[in-house]
């Protein structure tokens, strides 16, 4: 991967913020051309860098108003078996964010339903009817202090090794 330099910082603080501003913006945001722009933001994409680009809805302007995390854990870690699960959380179009975790739980959940009825059967389908689970708890959240997926966009500091001290003999 080719390393990010300040101005590639700068436009993806930029792009982060609002992912529709035009090309040429941005170039004059950080004092390069539109087509520099381009050609910066297509090698961050190709590299893996940038993601995708997308609008953040509203939940519950889109009739999910309630947020729920769910925390697993796994009967067993048969790596077949932590696979279909994976692809199950995948495919549920309510669960908006699922990783696998050390400690006592192994997946964390967060979904968006329309409320504890559409939850309630959720659960007995991706919980339930896996012969995988052993347990589950869930959190309904209250209040949502704070949301986002930004990733903060600092500097990467290359780690120098250091040549080990050999005492004198």
Not at 4 to 17: G, H, S, T, V
Not at 89 to 109: H, M, N, R, S
């Given at each position: 991967?080719?390393?990010?330099?300040?101005?590639?910082?700068?436009?993806?603080?930029?792009?982060?913020?609002?992912?529709r501003?035009?090309?040429?913006?941005?170039?004059?945001?950080?004092?390069?051309?539109?087509?520099?722009?381009?050609?910066?933001?297509?090698?961050m994409?190709?590299?893996?860098?940038?993601?995708?680009?997308?609008?953040?809805?509203s939940?519950?302007a889109l009739?999910?108003?309630?947020?729920?995390?769910?925390?697993?854990?796994?009967?067993?870690?048969?790596?077949?078996?932590?696979?279909?699960?994976?692809?199950?959380?995948?495919?549920?179009?309510?669960?908006?964010?699922?990783?696998?975790?050390?400690?006592?739980?192994?997946?964390?959940?967060?979904?968006?339903?329309?409320?504890?009825?559409?939850?309630?059967?959720?659960?007995?389908?991706?919980?339930?009817?896996?012969?995988?689970?052993?347990?589950?708890?869930?959190?309904?959240?209250?209040?949502?202090?704070?949301?986002?997926?930004?990733?903060?966009?600092?500097?990467?500091?290359?780690?120098?090794?250091?040549?080990?001290?050999?005492?004198?003999?």
């Amino acid at each position: 991967m080719t390393p990010l330099d300040a101005l590639d910082l700068r436009l993806l603080e930029l792009i982060q913020a609002d992912s529709r501003m035009p090309q040429s913006e941005l170039g004059e945001r950080v004092h390069l051309s539109t087509a520099a722009v381009n050609r910066r933001l297509k090698r961050m994409r190709d590299e893996g860098v940038i993601q995708r680009y997308g609008a953040v809805l509203s939940p519950a302007a889109l009739g999910h108003p309630l947020t729920i995390v769910a925390e697993v854990e796994t009967e067993s870690e048969q790596i077949d078996l932590l696979d279909a699960m994976k692809r199950s959380f995948k495919a549920c179009p309510q669960v908006q964010q699922c990783y696998y975790v050390t400690g006592e739980w192994d997946f964390i959940l967060v979904f968006v339903v329309r409320d504890m009825a559409q939850y309630t059967a959720l659960t007995r389908q991706l919980f339930f009817q896996s012969n995988n689970v052993k347990r589950f708890r869930t959190l309904v959240t209250m209040d949502a202090v704070k949301l986002g997926l930004d990733v903060p966009v600092v500097p990467v500091v290359p780690v120098v090794p250091v040549a080990p001290v050999v005492p004198a003999a």
